[in-house]
């Protein structure tokens, strides 16, 4: 799953980045508020963490013209304000959780991983297919009950791939929301790491469609 | 935005009826004179003509005999600019020296009797002012048309040289009226610059306006220091806070700092001690906020309902997980006489806490009088109530009625003045608030209970 951080203050977007990455994001950074606003309009997150008080444009503003501009990502929103009456404008304007500073990152951990869920349509924290298991707070698949031992980029791929089960991901949607911006992959490192997870999982859950991508069922 | 300056419209209307009432005066007066000129000038051609008149007989046989005008010598000088005539309307019997061989164009057929005045050009194409009238002689079968002229130039040049007199005396006077305006104008808004000049001043000494001022500023300077007076209050009570809150970081900075310079620091000591630091911070913002902000006179009421509503909005994405049941049922009529902010906080806090605690269910209501938040938690004991409500909290967020919320909420209200009432609600079962809308407003009377 890959995630936008846009928060001005270089050492907790330091620690953001670390913990989010720890728990198997990939993070994409900005410190303004026009730098987030770009990013978040022209790329493809499965979420953002987005401070309220950001230099050149203010955080409500970037969510306005995320919203607008038809970006439906969940939001978790960063503030030191906890007035209610800024809350709710928090949400009128459109973010989906909020957190006030000084938080304990397992939160924003904890509560991202529900946002992502439930925007693909999980009610439970936990995404079945046959099978296979996922604990989507955890971070650990299983198998007919057996562990999966995955590596940090098998699991955010087989993670992406069971959050939208059911439908047809293709290559370049997997490689946006599995790589950071600046990671250039290999063309065929994809289909490599989904034949390796093929192996570890044993069912046949992922079915492959030739020129379009990669299903779970 | 600012309206116009005072000083430029005050002295823009003088100009305005100024230039208004002297363009009047320089119209009616050069008209005056013009028709005083113009009066005195046909005066005199009159009298030349009666003289005329006077010289012009008939003979034996009806022919007319005319003699000579006496009375105005330039009647003999060629082209001297006074000029008299006589005529039948097709050849001219008689004309005076001036007039050589010319002869003046006769008008169409003047009013028998009446003298007709009108402007014609001379034998030096100067221009002249004629006046004519017919004559019937006893006996004759055509009347005469007799005319005396004098040249115009003078009486032209008369009126001109008044109007300019008028126009340049017109302007000195209104450049002199003008001066004198605006100095009454600057003279007048002088108390205005004072009293800027004295705010100025306090911005540094800090105080009120004293000082003597007119009559219709004193208003303004008493609202003015009415407000100043309720900044100083503010002023003092938030530093109050800021005190009470910087004494209360220095025992947990304190030991912190302590920890900190051990050889290995303990990180459950580290983690306790920002946690308070962090509860110390929100305890006495929350404090001053409350304070500062019941002093505030309210403003336009605000309609519950939408409060409600957005705090709901607001919570049903904050607890999306726990698939609550979160209605709102406030009737139009419920307003709170107070800021939107404040009612923000106390719903906020309340319905956040029902929802923590809920277990499927929180319901909100309300009407003219009341709002009540219930859910279908656990509910508190009244020792826990007395727990929650009483000021300065405890830690512990993970036993039913600590944490932060429900001492914001009992704080903010006994500020403003509203009751506040825990029990146990009947038709959820978990714990009911009721908050009152207006200050001491008595919480009706449960069905069966005894008022």
Known sequence: ?217 | MNTPSLRRRLILGAAVWLALGLGAGILVLGQAFRDAVEHGFHERLDAHLRALIAVVETDATGAAIIGRPVGEPRFEQPYSGWYWQVSDGVTVKARSRSLWDFALPTAHAPESGAVHYRRDTGPRGEALEVAERDLILPGATRPLHVAVAAGRAKVDAEVQHFDLLLVVASGILALGLMGAIAIQVSFGLRPLARLAGALESLRDRGGRLDGAYPAEVVPLVQALNRVLDHDAQLIETARTHMGNLAHALKTPLAVLRGELGTAAPDTTILTDQTARLAHLVDLHLGRARAEAVAAHAPGQPVPVAEVAEDMARALRKIHAERGLTLTVAAAPQGFFRGSRDDLSELLGNLMDNACKWAAREVRVSADSRTVTVEDDGPGLTPEQVAAATRRGRRLDESAPGSGLGLAIVTDLAAMLGLSLEFDRSDVLGGLRVRLGLRPDTLLPPEAGETP
């Not at chain 1, 906890?82 to 928090?90: C, T």
């Not at chain 1, 490599?192 to 999982?201: C, D, N, S, T």
């Not at chain 1, 469609?209 to 299903?215: E, I, M, P």
């Open chain 1, 1 to 217: 799953m890959r995630v936008l951080v846009v928060e001005d203050e270089p050492r907790l977007t330091l620690h953001l980045q670390q913990a989010l990455e720890a728990a198997g994001f990939v993070v994409d950074v900005a410190y303004d508020g026009e730098e987030g606003l770009y990013l978040g309009e022209t790329e493809a997150y499965d979420a953002a963490v987005l401070d309220l008080g950001l230099p050149k444009l203010d955080g409500i503003s970037v969510l306005g013209r995320w919203r607008e501009a038809g970006r439906g990502l969940p939001v978790l929103v960063l503030t030191a304000r906890n007035r209610w009456a800024e809350k709710s404008a928090a949400f009128a304007a459109g973010a989906d959780d909020y957190v006030t500073k000084p938080f304990e990152m397992e939160e924003v951990v904890t509560r991202l991983r529900a946002l992502i869920r439930r925007a693909a349509g999980h009610a439970s924290p936990e995404i079945t297919c046959g099978p296979l298991r996922l604990d989507t707070q955890a971070g650990r698949a299983w198998v007919d009950g057996m562990p999966l031992p995955l590596t940090a980029q098998e699991f955010r791929i087989l993670s992406y791939l069971a959050h939208h089960r059911g439908r047809v991901v293709g290559r370049s949607e997997l490689v946006e929301h599995v790589y950071d911006r600046n990671a250039d992959p290999e063309s065929n490192v994809l289909d490599v790491l989904v034949a390796r997870i093929r192996r570890k999982l044993k069912v046949d859950l992922i079915h492959t469609l030739r020129g379009q991508g990669w299903r779970l069922e």
